[in-house]
């Protein structure tokens, strides 16, 4: 559990280090929520697991801490999936690969309408 622990607070260090170099992105801002998330849940975890080794909690208190604690992994999704898109739509749209060849194909489209139509 110490180790997970330690490569979760070495993951984030890692994260904050970019942020802070190389500024917010969609990706680095979805793995620092996601690996607070974690050390959270671990830092629980770890407490209840030693207070059940140590005799002071029943082992459900352990279970119900994981399973309460799912929400918040749906939530943060959620967030990932809704928010971020409006939050970050100007940088990841304009680099976009896809935007560009619709916007070329509709023009094809239409010009290729425009000389097949036929006028009486």
Avoid: D
Avoid at 24 to 40: C, D, H, Q, S
Avoid at 75 to 104: D, G, N, Q, T, Y
């Amino acid at each position: 559990m110490r180790r997970v622990a330690a490569v979760a607070l070495l993951a984030l260090a890692a994260i904050a280090a970019r942020i802070s170099e190389f500024g917010f992105t969609p990706n680095r801002v979805a793995a620092l929520g996601e690996n607070l998330i974690l050390l959270v849940n671990l830092a629980g975890s770890a407490w209840l697991y030693a207070r059940f080794l140590r005799q002071q909690n029943p082992f459900g208190a352990l279970e119900r801490w994981q399973v309460l604690y799912l929400p918040v992994y749906s939530l943060w999704a959620a967030l990932v999936v809704i928010v971020f898109p409006l939050v970050f739509r100007e940088k990841s749209m304009s680099r976009h690969w896809f935007w560009p060849r619709v916007a070329a194909f509709s023009e094809c489209y239409h010009r290729s309408k425009a000389s097949n139509s036929v006028v009486p």
